[in-house]
């Protein structure tokens, strides 16, 4: 995969953020036990800059991701020794602490016992979040150094494709890798996998070919799982696919069901792929009845790597994925769920709460809009969100 390929091996290969960059490395050079929180929206480059950073230092990176750690014996596990001890060439350490904002909620003393680790680390720790805000994570934001990543600047994006295009010897229109950068939504992963799925295999890259490239939305990344998955031969690269999904895996297992026969023309292929499917069906009830949450990382490999090999070779071409039929019934439209999101997004940036917070909470701030429709202007809404709310 590209985004692995061309991963920033140092800060100065790392586009942008040149203010998030600097206090970043000042703060764990002169580490005084304060954690960092670095947050920012899916795709921006979080665990990138901090992989590049303990490159440029020369510390031993000790990665864990929170969103994988289920209990606090895990985390005692995983992370207690690394904290306490030397590393074991006898150098600095880092310690990276992937989306704690993942951390499951069934398990109420695995905020509280993550907190207690890093305060006791001997070692600089930095934590990653989508969102810093997420009430759950409160006493570790309480505790930290908050940086904030912002969007990648479309001209840095820009700058940095046609770069990767320069190293893999495809010859490029100027407007077609801009329109690629234009439309990434200011996710620098993004766009690196969506110039991978219309490049890879060209001797030139044309306005034509990223036609079929829409408007980032809110479900772009399942698409760019789906693409990975769906495409790929190799076990790594569809492992890979959904590290850095925002979805739970029942989402990622309806949207890989309904679209196997969209991509997969073969009746052997389809018939294969919905076999290790079937499986991540069976372990997910398993985890269900049993609350075995150990089992979770074979759902993921069966509905990834099993589906990803399920076929003889790649099928060439562009496929529209569809969105899964059965969460279509279960939900509401696209346009009410994309009218929700920003009606919750813009509550929550207002509130100083999470987009979920603000989401689960709705129903309360109609009887407050109602009882008071000053405060509509105070929250910048407009008279059809306003409507929105009360209906909801």
Same mark, same amino acid.
Do not use: C
């Given at each position: @995969?590209?985004v692995q390929k061309y991963?920033?091996k140092?800060?100065?290969?790392y586009?942008?953020a040149?203010? #998030? ?5 000042t703060?764990?050079e002169?580490?005084?036990?304060k ?8 795709g921006?480059?979080?665990? +990138?800059l901090? &992989?590049?950073?303990?490159?440029? %230092? ?5 990665e864990?991701?929170a969103?994988?750690v ?5 985390l005692k596990?995983e992370l207690?020794?690394a904290? $306490?001890?030397?590393?074991?060439f006898?150098g600095e350490k880092?310690i990276? *602490?992937?989306?704690?904002?993942? @951390? ?5 003393g695995?905020? /509280? &016992?993550?907190?207690s ?13 989508n969102d810093?805000?997420n009430k759950?994570? $409160?006493?570790? /934001?309480n *505790?930290a150094e908050?940086i904030?990543?912002?969007s990648?600047?479309? !001209?840095?994006?820009n700058?940095h494709?046609k ?6 010897? *495809?010859?490029?229109?100027e407007?077609?890798?801009?329109r690629? =950068? ?8 993004s766009?690196i996998?969506d %110039?991978?799925?219309v490049?890879?295999?060209r001797?030139?890259?044309g306005k034509n070919d990223?036609k079929?490239?829409? #408007? $980032?939305d809110?479900? #772009? ?10 495409k790929?031969?190799?076990?790594? !690269? =569809?492992r890979q696919?959904?590290?850095?999904l925002d ?6 297992v #309806?949207?890989i069901? &309904? !679209?196997?026969? /969209?991509?997969y ?11 290790w499917?079937?499986? =991540? ?7 269900r009845k049993r @609350? +075995?949450w ?8 069966f509905s990834t790597i ?7 070779e790649?099928y ?7 969105y899964p039929?059965k969460? $279509?019934? @279960?939900g509401?439209?696209?346009a009410?769920?994309?009218k929700?999101d920003n009606?919750?997004?813009?509550l ?9 917070d ?5 129903r309360?701030?109609s009887r407050?809009?109602?009882s008071?429709?000053n %405060?509509a202007g105070?929250?910048? %809404? ?6 929105? *709310?009360?209906?909801?």
């Amino acid at each position: @995969m590209w985004v692995q390929k061309y991963r920033p091996k140092s800060l100065e290969d790392y586009r942008g953020a040149s203010k #998030q960059k600097k206090k970043l490395k000042t703060h764990v050079e002169d580490w005084n036990g304060k954690p960092v929180l670095l947050h920012g929206q899916a795709g921006t480059g979080k665990t +990138s800059l901090v &992989e590049a950073l303990a490159n440029d %230092l020369g510390f031993e990176l000790v990665e864990t991701n929170a969103s994988d750690v289920r209990t606090k014996g895990q985390l005692k596990e995983e992370l207690l020794e690394a904290t $306490r001890q030397a590393s074991f060439f006898g150098g600095e350490k880092l310690i990276l *602490i992937d989306e704690v904002d993942g @951390m499951s909620g069934r398990d109420r003393g695995g905020i /509280r &016992e993550l907190k207690s680790i890093i305060e006791g680390s001997k070692f600089p720790v930095v934590m990653t979040a989508n969102d810093a805000y997420n009430k759950k994570i $409160r006493p570790l /934001r309480n *505790i930290a150094e908050e940086i904030k990543l912002d969007s990648v600047h479309t !001209n840095s994006i820009n700058a940095h494709l046609k770069w990767i295009l320069d190293q893999e010897g *495809i010859d490029y229109d100027e407007g077609a890798v801009k329109r690629i =950068a234009r439309l990434s939504g200011g996710q620098m992963r993004s766009a690196i996998n969506d %110039l991978e799925s219309v490049a890879l295999g060209r001797e030139k890259l044309g306005k034509n070919d990223v036609k079929g490239l829409g #408007q $980032r939305d809110s479900e #772009q990344e399942i698409f760019d799982t789906l693409k990975v998955v769906f495409k790929t031969s190799s076990a790594d !690269n =569809a492992r890979q696919a959904s590290n850095n999904l925002d979805e739970d895996v029942d989402t990622l297992v #309806q949207w890989i069901r &309904e !679209n196997i026969p /969209r991509e997969y023309k073969k009746p052997e292929d389809v018939a294969e792929a919905y076999y290790w499917l079937s499986l =991540a069906d069976l372990f997910n009830g398993r985890i269900r009845k049993r @609350m +075995s949450w150990n089992l979770l990382k074979y759902v993921y490999d069966f509905s990834t790597i099993g589906v990803a090999l399920s076929k003889d070779e790649r099928y060439e071409g562009w496929t529209r994925y569809q969105y899964p039929s059965k969460l $279509r019934v @279960m939900g509401s439209s696209r346009a009410s769920r994309n009218k929700l999101d920003n009606i919750s997004s813009k509550l929550g940036g207002k509130l100083h709460i999470s987009k979920d917070d603000a989401k689960n909470d709705l129903r309360l701030y109609s009887r407050i809009l109602a009882s008071n429709p000053n %405060l509509a202007g105070q929250l910048d %809404l407009d008279e059809d969100e306003v409507d929105f *709310i009360m209906d909801f």
